[in-house]
């Protein structure tokens, strides 16, 4: 059934959705941890010592990632991966100074859902 566009459209609507509550529900429930990681990733750009603990936090942040852009496009499953978490720690990062919940955020829905259109194989 994911071979058929309509069908793709439908998920990447499903998804856009869900990463977004997602997004919310991390922020609002866990604003500390993701203030830590932020401050993790930054240190990482001065620190030895913090770029192997960063490293190894990115890639079990990868790996889910990896996973379902794998269904879609095999060839390119890494690289879509990290796009799709990349954005997604920039709809966090970004979510923290928010006044509204992500998904009364026209931005952040905009950047997911072409995230998605790039990993489902969708034109953009």
């Not at 620190?47 to 852009?69: D, E, I, T, V, W």
């Amino acid at each position: 059934m994911l071979r058929r566009v309509s069908q793709r459209m439908l998920l990447r609507e499903e998804l856009t959705d869900s990463l977004l509550a997602l997004t919310t529900r991390n922020v609002e429930k866990n604003r500390q941890q993701v203030l830590v990681e932020q401050q993790l990733f930054n240190e990482a750009l001065v620190s030895s010592s913090a770029r192997l603990l960063a490293g190894q936090h990115y890639q079990a942040l990868l790996k889910p990632c990896q996973q379902l852009c794998q269904y879609f496009n095999k060839e390119k499953a890494k690289v879509n991966a990290e796009i799709l978490l990349n954005l997604l720690k920039q709809a966090h990062y970004h979510q923290l100074l928010a006044e509204v919940p992500a998904e009364n955020n026209p931005d952040i829905r905009a950047f997911l859902h072409q995230a998605l259109a790039i990993v489902l194989g969708l034109k953009p």
